[in-house]
Every structure is written in C-alpha cells, then in structure tokens.
C-alpha cells in the first residue's frame, strides 16, 4: 500500500491537523469504492482479461460485497461458499437459511447501541479491513460524528467523549482500534502507565471505568483494564485459523464465543445464540483475497494471479481451504471439521511449510513476464532466505536460523499452524527498535544500523507504554527488559490472555493472505507499508537483503 501521509509534522508538537494533513492522494484512495469510479476500473479490469467470481444479484448483494474492488496495488475480491462447516465443539454453521451477503448479522448496527456494526472496523470493499485513509476522509467528512468514531472503542481516552482529533490520534494516524483487555488476578505481573504522557492521553491504568466493561459479569468496577490498540483483523478466510485475533484469546472452535464478545464490546447487549451463528456462518463461509496485481514491477505489474498456471487469487484460496489436501492444524482441536463434497468430513493433511503458488510463474520467458518472474522470485526469497535467529528469541525457536516460512507456516496460507505459537519481534518497544536502528545493542543481531527504521520507531511512540513488573522480582536483564527489570511495551499481547510475564508483547502471526489492502502492518499499525514492514525484518533477523531483493518479496507480498 502506498504511504498515505509522512508523521514527522504532525507528531513534533503532539496536536493532529486533520485537514490540514490529509491529501488529495489519501481521499481519492479512500473514495475508490464509490460506484462510478468503481465501474470504470472494473470494465477496464475484465477487458485486461481478469475473470471476475459471479456474484450474488444486487437484491441479494446489495452493498456489493463480492464484487470486484480496487486498491493501491491491485485489485481484490470475495467469494462466498456454501460448504456446510462445524467445530469439533458443535454445529457453528450454517444456520437455518443464514444468508452470506449484505443482510447478515455481520452488517447489521443494531446488534449495538453505538450504531456500529461489525463492518464499521471491518469493511468488504477494503478487504474486509479498514484503511487509514478511508478513517480520515469519514473523521473530516462527519465531523467526528460518524458511528466508527464512538468515544468506547477507538478514542485514545474513553473518559474524552468529544471527537476532537487529538483523542483519536491513535486511530487517525495508525488505523488502530482500542480494546479494553482485562487481566486477571492471578496474573504473575501488574500493569500500570509507564510515564504521565500516557496518564495524560490515555487515562490512569488500569482502568475502573472503561465503558466496554459495562456488559460484562461484574461491570467495569470488577473487570479493571488497560486499552490496547490493535488493527482490525480480516474475519474472512476463518477456514485457515488456528486461533482468532493478534494474542489468540479465541480458539477457532468457539468462533462464537468471539462474536458474543466482540458484540458485547459494541455495548448493545449479548447477542442471541442464533444471531451469533449468523455471523459465525459469514466468517467461516466467505473468503477474500487479492485477484489482480498492478504494482509489482512497475509500469505493469504481474496482473491476473491466477494467469499462466499460478495459482493465486480467491477462487484457489477457497477451493484450497475446503479442498481434500487443507493442512492441518495443532492441536487437533483448532482443525475445522469440513462436511463437503469437496473433502469429507475433518480431512485435512500434514503441513508443508511455505508457499508454492507462483511456482508456475518461475520459469517464464524474461520477455514480457518481469513482474511475474519478480513475484517467482519474491516467493523463493520468503521460503529459503536465511534469517539469523536473534539470541531472545533462539530459545523459543530452538535454532539460530531460520526462513520466514518458519514462523509463517500454514502451506500457501502464511499463519502459523499451531494456535500456541507467539513471538515478540519488538514491534511493541521502543528500547528494541533504538538498539536496532543503532546497530550493536542487546536485541541487534549485529552491529549494523538501520536508520530506516526512525518512522516506525515514531509511530510507536504515538501509542501508550505500561511497564508490567513480575509480581516476583525483577526480570533477567536481556532484551526488551528494562534497567529495572520490569518489560516497557506498547501492548503486553499474549500476556493479558495467559497471565504469565514471559508472554508480554508476544502476538502471533496472521494469514498472509489479503496482505496488501491491511496497511499498516503489525498489531499496532506500526509499519506504514510493506517497505517498512520487510526494512523491520531485515534488520531484526540480520537477512542482509539487497534492494533487488525487497523489490521481489514486495512483489510477493503484495500479490498474495
């Protein structure tokens, strides 16, 4: 995705000038669905050959969820299937008549009392994301006053009920969301601010008032939080899960337990039973992918990423998802047991790591084909590259090196297979990201500096910082620890979900697919675009990448 905006002026006083820093560019990104332009792209589309998934009729479809939809490097699309899927904890999908389009659940606002729905965060024509320019074009536009903009969920502060910009910076400038992450007393850490910036901007920790508690057993008072700030996370493709959401508080097989929650967040009230399997039934049966590429290799781009023999594309993914050769998850309990003629019940097969969709695009002629060959090439650089294994994290991976297909795992998905795997690349710490980008600290593996990555390091700092101490002393020095022996980060991650200190800042990695319209990258939104999320890995994992390089794994990433 291209940047939408530089943060360098806008941050050095700590005030946001929405007006003033939203750009022609940003608007018309943000503005790519309405329909006249819409239409332009996509006859121009199927005349360069895209085949175009059939869609419901507009009396069926009538927000245009499958249709075709653009964006900043291609296009991408929805698919719905009609596979009947269970859990091994009973029935999720479907029920009786759910219907997988606009009248859905998922669609409906009055699930809450907020006028959100689940697509206010979670948007068809962006992927089924939501995009940072689309956020300030409806901030401006609205005046603040727009349903996304609900002083419970994506202000900084939820006790600062005005829709002023600076109380939704978080959101304006990341595309980040809040969430009210409870933890319990048995916890083995205690959390509080680590500085007065963030009681200044983020309320006293943890909260006693948090207004996404009010539905909860107990209410707020008896359910204390912190606000962590997270981009909303594709609900589509849940055939490819092995857990739900960036610290895997959900296992796949109680996906209604994540929409009962997620539906009390929007402080409505619990949704029925049947209403939660309706919205169920939408995530498990409705899939989303890139179809067209238009960027890798400019001024062509690899086009059509089902062409020539590749493989990509949304009709492969779900095809692939429901198909007899699916791998399988770990444990055996976050496999969705599949009942289709497609694959039998619960089959599924041993997972081979990495990707093998652009195999086909590997031996093409050079003449005419450059961005293909890129993307061939981007794809090999993902499954073989050598990443040098920093000294925190060797233990946990149990090797020195390793390849990105490593930690993303699932074959042609890019998830991990199991749903216990999370890691804290440091994404979640300033201390971590300064030693990276002046080479040679505790968490660098070598001695080379980055000074590319000063804007995520900026946009980081936006964020709040808690200092989570162990109830039982101070911490080992190492990386990521402090001079005191407590962990300061932007978000504990996994931590809030097991209880345990050694799991602060740890998220897991997420489906792969979809990648290029789910700027910014990272939990937070910390890296503005795929360049700064691939400049992070090369310099965390010491891969020594040559411009080339970056040039086709970008490629890769964007086509996937």
Known sequence: ?????????????GKVQLKGILRRADI??????VAAFATSIIIAVCAAGIAVIAAPSDSEDSIGIFRLFPDDTGFIQSAASDVKVTTVTGTVVPVPNAPLNGSNKFFDVRLGATGQSCATCHQPDQGFSIQVADIRRRFVESGGTDPLFHFRNTANNPAVGAPNAKNYSVLLLLGATRIAKRYAPESNFTIAAANQRTINEFGVFPLTNDPEMELFPGGSAGNPTISAFRRPIVPTNLHEESAVLFDGAVNIENILGQVTGGTMLLAGRAPTVDEAKEVGAFEFGVYTDQVFDREAALPNGAGRLSA???KGGVENLSEFSLGPTVPCNVPALANVAQASNLSGAG???????????????ANLPNAGNAARLSVARGQEIFNNKELHVPPDLQAQLGRTTTNCK???????????VDRAFFVRLGTDSIAMLKDLIRGGGICATDTSPHPELREMLERVRLLPLYRV?????????????????DIITTDPGRAMVSGDIADAGKFRPTILRNLAVRSPYFHAGVANDIGALIDFYNARFSIGLTNQEKLDLAAFLESL
């Open 308 to 310: 020539k023999g590749a």
């Open 1 to 13: 995705m291209k940047r939408p905006m530089p943060l360098s002026t806008v941050v050095a006083t």
């Open 469 to 485: 101490t162990a109830k039982a002393g101070s911490l080992a020095a190492g990386c990521g620890v402090s001079d005191a022996g």
């Open 347 to 361: 089959t599924c097969v041993p997972n081979v790591p990495g990707f093998d969709i652009f195999d086909a695009w």
């Open 406 to 416: 490593g930690c993303h795992s699932k074959h042609n998905v890019g998830n991990n």
């Open 28 to 33: 018309r990104a943000a503005a790519l669905g």
